[in-house]
């Protein structure tokens, strides 16, 4: 009995001993605890859940007449396990612990959790609001319709990916419109995909898909041509304008998927003159004394050569009372009597210079022999230098700061 008795004393002092040990741990925990968050900043003090959503109430009341709303900024009780190390006024950064030092993972979105978490700052919801595409409200004057597509190009099967996503704000000849598109991939004109007919509309939604087959040697040569057309009730067609978009400016690649727009241009019906046309335009900048001209495309070319090696660039010169002063040049088109270029060339010119001074493009083709043959030469200047539509488009020019002026011009 003495035995069971020193047996049953000492188990119950392990015991209480080990309560006693128990109790103690979890005290420290409790405390180390309350002490792992230190000052961030000065005015920074612990709030509990019930304060945060009185002091927000209040804040909300008063911003209400604002502009934006800021969003508290805090630090989750959950972080207690982080050790932070000081820097220069009393500001706080976190330092790179033992990796087994794993916080402990809390209800990330319950507001039990702010009980004793520290409201750092705000932030400005405001200032990370993307920006509104105004692609489809801002459309010019004289908009006749805006075209949207994409296009990918992928590289082992030789595919160029072209979807048609959708046509807005058509301009039909008579109040109903049943609009259509065909694609070209220039130089070949002579075959084309084309969309299904929309019933009815003037703001279709198209959402097709379109494969060409193209070399990646030849991609950047070609250019994506989209007309735009109207079926009457006598099945009539009637193109409401036009899409050029050339390839060579774009970085095609089977993870780099283009979206795009571009505002419907009206086909020129005209014949195109005895050495072709070219199209380009003009814009002058005053206050940068700045002359720009964007050449645009050709057509009509007379080549030397038929041969897909051919190539036809612009050369466009600066002149001063017919002294030369720079010239630029495209990239060379190959293989096509309507070359596109969308090409951005600007020249040094001081607006009292504009009464003397003239552009001139001429259109060049190179041949196999390294010769340089003229297609054809267009200048457009002051009253000194031109006359007719030449002369009206420099004049639009300056009478429209900053603004491009577009034009097609017969070559001589």
């Not at 040990?21 to 000052?39: H, R, V």
């Not at 008063?62 to 820097?87: A, C, E, M």
């Not at 390839?247 to 419907?264: A, G, P, Q, S, Y």
């Not at 539509?389 to 420099?394: R, V």
């Amino acid at each position: 009995e003495q035995a069971v008795a020193v047996a049953g004393a000492v188990i119950g002092g392990i015991l209480l001993f080990v309560l006693i040990g128990i109790t103690a741990y979890l005290l420290w925990k409790k405390f180390c605890f309350l002490l792992s968050y230190e000052k961030l900043t000065s005015p920074i003090k612990t709030t509990n859940a019930s304060t945060f959503f009185q002091d927000q109430t209040n804040s909300e009341t008063q911003l209400k007449s604002t502009r934006s709303r800021s969003v508290p900024f805090i630090i989750p009780p959950t972080l207690h396990g982080r050790d932070w190390i000081n820097l220069t006024n009393e500001e706080q950064v976190q330092e790179d612990s033992d990796p087994s030092m794993i916080p402990q993972s809390g209800p990330r979105s319950s507001f039990h959790s702010l009980a004793g978490a520290y409201v750092v700052g705000t932030i400005n919801p405001e200032l990370y609001k993307f920006p509104e595409d105004k692609s489809e409200t801002d459309f010019p004057a004289g908009n006749i319709g805006r075209l949207w597509f994409s296009i990918e190009y992928e590289q082992e099967s030789e595919r160029l990916l072209v979807s048609l996503i959708k046509v807005r704000k058509l301009q039909p000849p008579a109040d109903s419109c049943s609009p259509f598109v065909k694609i070209y991939l220039l130089p070949d004109e002579r075959s084309y995909l084309q969309s299904k007919t929309k019933r009815k509309t003037l703001n279709p939604q198209f959402d097709e898909n379109f494969v060409f087959q193209v070399s990646s040697k030849m991609l950047l040569q070609r250019t994506l041509k989209f007309l735009v057309y109207h079926v009457d009730k006598q099945k009539k067609h009637h193109l409401l304008g036009q899409v050029i978009f050339p390839l060579k400016n774009e970085v095609l690649t089977e993870d780099n998927k283009l979206v795009i727009w571009r505002d419907l241009e009206k086909e020129n019906l005209e014949p195109p003159s005895e050495h072709g046309d070219i199209q380009f335009s003009l814009s002058y900048n005053d206050y940068l004394g700045r002359l720009t001209v964007v050449v645009l495309r050709a057509r009509g070319l007379k080549l030397q050569e038929e041969s897909h090696s051919v190539g036809v660039y612009v050369k466009v010169s600066l002149m001063n009372h017919n002294k030369f002063i720079k010239s630029k040049k495209t990239a060379a088109v190959l293989g096509t009597p309507s070359p596109v270029y969308n090409e951005t060339f600007s020249f040094k010119v001081d607006q009292t210079e504009l009464d003397t001074a003239s552009l001139s493009l001429s259109v060049l083709q190179s041949t196999k022999g390294e010769k340089t043959l003229l297609l054809g030469r267009v200048v457009v200047g002051p009253f000194m230098y031109t006359r007719g539509k030449e002369l009206e488009h420099w004049n639009e020019m300056i009478s429209k700061p900053k603004e491009l002026v577009k034009r097609w011009h017969a070559l001589c």
